[in-house]
T-cell receptor
Framework: DAGVIQSPRHEVTEMGQEVTLRCKPI?????LFWYRQTMMRGLELLIY????????DSGMPEDRFSAKMPNASFSTLKIQPSEPRDSAVYFC??????????FGEGSRLTVL | AQSVTQLDSQVPVFEEAPVELRCNYS??????LFWYVQYPNQGLQLLLK??????LVKGINGFEAEFNKSQTSFHLRKPSVHISDTAEYFC???????????FGAGTRLAVHP
């Protein structure tokens, strides 16, 4: 299996622009997670899905952030409009068993 | 609520020396415990896990961890480290009651020649 695939690996954009991050989970995994990693705040869980349904989005910072999972093999995290404080590495992870997450390589976002 | 405390933000050690990375957790329900490792510019990968049974669990790359319920700890150990073990290590707790994995702040292990 190819593992969790994220795109883009790097994104540089200007404040106010829309950003879309993409994730393809491992086939057969029914949980999908979006995390954000920064030096200041560490790893933060933003949202997670079970069988394509959002279960807990309490970690989503504000209304500028939204996530979707239209099918079992694809998810997006969108930021609109983006701000400099959104600069971070965003990780997608999928799992089949509780707590056993498989992470993608991350999308490094820089908002100027 | 559940939480994870990693007591050391950085641990420097010489190659071939033993190392212990400390982790304490709090939870009002039974938990599963995990250690993940993150190499530079990569995602996290599972190192080892404790679900139940034997309190000493072995993982990849020669690491092991011991679950201590009375002290609510899950410390990670390796008897002899290599340069290639230089990475950030995250302790994490999962409980069915909250149904999500909570990570500690991480410990940066730096192995020097």
């Amino acid at each position: 299996d190819a593992g969790v695939i994220q795109s883009p690996r790097h994104e540089v954009t200007e404040m106010g622009q829309e950003v879309t991050l993409r994730c393809k989970p491992i086939s057969g995994h029914d949980y999908l997670f979006w995390y954000r990693q920064t030096m200041m705040r560490g790893l933060e869980l933003l949202i997670y899905f079970n069988n394509n349904v959002p279960i807990d989005d309490s970690g989503m910072p504000e209304d500028r952030f939204s996530a979707k999972m239209p099918n079992a093999s694809f998810s997006t995290l969108k930021i609109q409009p983006s701000e400099p404080r959104d600069s971070a590495v965003y990780f997608c992870a999928s799992s089949l068993l509780p707590g056993e997450l498989f992470f993608g390589e991350g999308s490094r976002l820089t908002v100027l | 609520a559940q939480s994870v405390t990693q007591l050391d933000s950085q641990v420097p050690v010489f190659e071939e020396a033993p190392v212990e990375l400390r982790c304490n957790y709090s939870s009002s329900v039974s938990v599963y415990l995990f250690w993940y490792v993150q190499y530079p510019n990569q995602g996290l990968q599972l190192l080892l896990k404790y679900l139940s049974g034997s309190t000493l669990v072995k993982g990849i790359n020669g690491f092991e961890a011991e679950f201590n319920k009375s002290q609510t700890s899950f410390h990670l150990r390796k008897p002899s480290v290599h340069i290639s073990d230089t990475a950030e290590y995250f302790c994490a707790v999962f409980s069915g009651g909250y149904n999500k994995l909570i990570f500690g702040a991480g410990t940066r292990l730096a192995v020097h020649p």
